[in-house]
């Protein structure tokens, strides 16, 4: 296969996923090998403006397509992103300085520039706002919210081994209002390793 052939083949793989896919990911769909190609190829692609290239929920950068001029934030009621649990060093048990992180993919695909916070439904008991600060478009795509400490705390999730958040699911529910989920069935054991 040829090079700009590979390029079409890992440009329809993007097109053909419902989220963010890794370089390895990219090889195993496209049979592309070596799988350093793949990066190559996307590294092009990120240069011309094609994908977006960062780091996703499992630390491992991820590609996505750059969705068309106009065409921002990705449609409600079909997105659900995986977010890991986030706090500053010194949570409370009130639920103070705990939140969620998203990747700056999810935040650049589902988080509309124009809103200047979003209402997280954490369940049947509060919805919690959640102002958006410009470090949040900047470096810090954290969600952070005593109402989504509270959240975690109750559903077991308030503390973990040192660089090893759990993970939950966020969903866009419709124009800036997300939920809270726990994953079913839950990310990888993270007691192995």
Not at 64 to 70: M, W
Not at 145 to 166: Q, T
Request: glycine share 6%; proline share 8%.
């Amino acid at each position: 296969m040829t090079v700009a052939s590979h390029r079409d083949s890992v440009l329809a793989a993007l097109r053909l996923s419902s989220q963010p896919l890794d370089d390895d990911q990219l090889a195993a769909r496209t049979n592309i090998r070596p799988r350093q190609q793949v990066n190559q190829i996307c590294r092009k692609l990120y240069q011309s403006g094609l994908i977006r290239r960062c780091l996703g929920p499992n630390q491992k950068i991820v590609n996505e397509l750059v969705p068309p001029a106009g065409e921002s934030p990705a449609p409600a009621g079909l997105a659900s992103m995986r977010v890991a649990a986030w706090s500053n060093g010194s949570p409370r048990p009130s639920g103070a300085g705990y939140g969620v992180r998203l990747s700056a993919m999810d935040r650049e695909r589902y988080f509309d520039h124009a809103w200047s916070e979003v209402l997280v439904d954490v369940d049947e008991r509060e919805d919690a706002p959640v102002p958006l600060s410009k470090s949040f478009w900047d470096r810090c795509s954290e969600l952070r919210s005593a109402a989504i400490g509270r959240w975690l705390i109750r559903n077991g999730l308030g503390s973990w081994p040192r660089g090893r958040p759990p993970t939950v699911q966020l969903q866009h529910v419709a124009d800036n209002r997300f939920k809270l989920l726990i994953e079913h069935p839950p990310a990888a054991d993270r007691s192995s390793s």
